[in-house]
């Protein structure tokens, strides 16, 4: 089945400790995406990857760190979380990147206090 | 001037009705628009994409774009209570021709 997997699917954490959320897709795309998602605030583009070892930042970056060391994996590495950073998380993976479609993950509900 | 801009509802219409969902957008050489679709708790999902002007049609859904006003919508006929979600529009910002940006979202509620 092809799709998109993130783990942890729902994570509390303390400020300060840092974190990985996991994504991984099966459809041998080559853009991946990472999204945040507040009440209010739509879908909001953290990194993106075109390709291998290729990674760029979206509109909301700061806090966040991202690798693309194979085309399946893009991780997403919080290396000293604030509260300011519990939202909902997605991880999104496409083609040819924002002329296609997307296939989004599950989401991981993350809290920070 | 926000980037992509929806109205934020929430919107409410009967069963069988049309239901109407607007979205702006502000870069002139836009190229690729989605709708997506997402209930309470799920991910999105892609229910229409349309990337020249007019309107493209799939079941109950039509989407409409007017590249000269800058907007795109959406419109779905005889509305279910399953279609209860928020509606998600998305544009390929020419600014940005890599990444995706998307509109805040419409709650659709569709009363029985």
């Known amino acids: 089945e092809a799709q998109v997997t993130q783990n942890p699917r729902y994570l509390i954490t303390v400020t300060g400790k840092k974190l990985t959320v996991t994504c991984s897709q099966n459809m041998n795309h080559e853009y991946m995406s990472w999204y945040r998602q507040d009440p209010g605030l739509g879908l909001r583009q953290i990194y993106y990857?075109?390709?291998?070892?290729?990674?760029d930042k979206g509109d909301v970056p700061e806090g966040y760190k991202v690798s693309r060391k194979e085309k399946r994996n893009f991780p997403l590495i919080l290396e000293s979380p604030s509260p300011n950073q519990t939202s909902l998380y997605f991880c999104?993976?496409?083609?040819?990147?924002?002329?296609?479609?997307?296939?989004f993950g599950p989401g991981t509900r993350l809290t920070v206090l | 001037q926000k980037e992509v801009e929806q109205n934020s509802g929430p919107l409410s219409v009967p069963e069988g009705a049309i239901a109407s969902l607007n979205c702006t957008y502000s870069?002139?050489?836009?190229?690729?628009f989605f709708w997506y679709r997402q209930y309470s708790g799920k991910s999105p999902e892609l229910i229409m994409s349309?990337?020249?002007?007019g309107d493209k049609e799939d079941g109950r859904f039509t989407a409409q774009l007017n590249k000269a006003s800058q907007y795109v919508s959406l419109l779905i006929r005889d509305s279910q209570p399953s279609d209860s979600a928020t509606y998600l529009c998305?544009?390929?910002?020419?600014?940005?021709?890599?990444?995706?940006?998307f509109g805040s979202g419409t709650q659709l509620t569709v009363l029985p």
């Open positions: 999104a993976s496409s083609l040819a990147g924002g002329w296609d479609e997307q296939f």
């Open positions: 990857s075109m390709n291998v070892e290729v990674t």
């Open positions: 998305a544009v390929n910002i020419l600014s940005s021709a890599r990444q995706l940006t």
């Open positions: 349309i990337y020249s002007n």
């Open positions: 870069d002139r050489g836009s190229q690729s």
